[in-house]
Nanobody, 121 residues
Framework: QLQLVESGGGLVQFGGSLRLSCAAS????????NGWFRQAPGKERERVSC???????NYADSVKGRFTISRDNAKNTVYLQMNNLKPEDTAIYYC???????????????WGQGTQVTVSS
């Protein structure tokens, strides 16, 4: 019974940084692929990044070079370090855990509650 709790969202200036955390309980995150998603009002949800069970990472083109996903297996926590933030990054960010080990585009069965990230212009 995997559960996810997100934290770290907030208001940040253009060009600033935030680190989002996703703490898991009930199962080990490194058994599965872990993803970060975001959704802004009126827009489709998009996958921002993911890390596979083995540690391979993927990033959306829109965040590549600015965001970094990582997992601390000892803490059973996934992080999303967001640097050089832009107003376009404003969204609710969700962490999710896949049923698969690899970063497929589907199969994310467990979701966190979401945390708001707002980037001022």
């Amino acid at each position: 019974q995997l559960q996810l709790v997100e934290s770290g969202g907030g208001l940040v200036q253009f060009g600033g940084s935030l680190r989002l955390s996703c703490a898991a309980s009930g199962s080990s995150l490194d058994r599965y692929a872990n993803g970060w998603f975001r959704q802004a009002p009126g827009k489709e949800r998009e996958r921002v990044s993911c890390v596979s069970s083995g540690g391979s990472t993927n990033y959306a083109d829109s965040v590549k070079g600015r965001f970094t996903i990582s997992r601390d297996n000892a803490k059973n926590t996934v992080y999303l370090q967001m640097n050089n933030l832009k107003p376009e990054d404003t969204a609710i960010y969700y962490c999710a855990v896949s049923r698969f080990r690899l970063c497929a585009s589907f199969g994310y069965d467990t979701w966190g509650q979401g945390t708001q990230v707002t980037v001022s212009s």
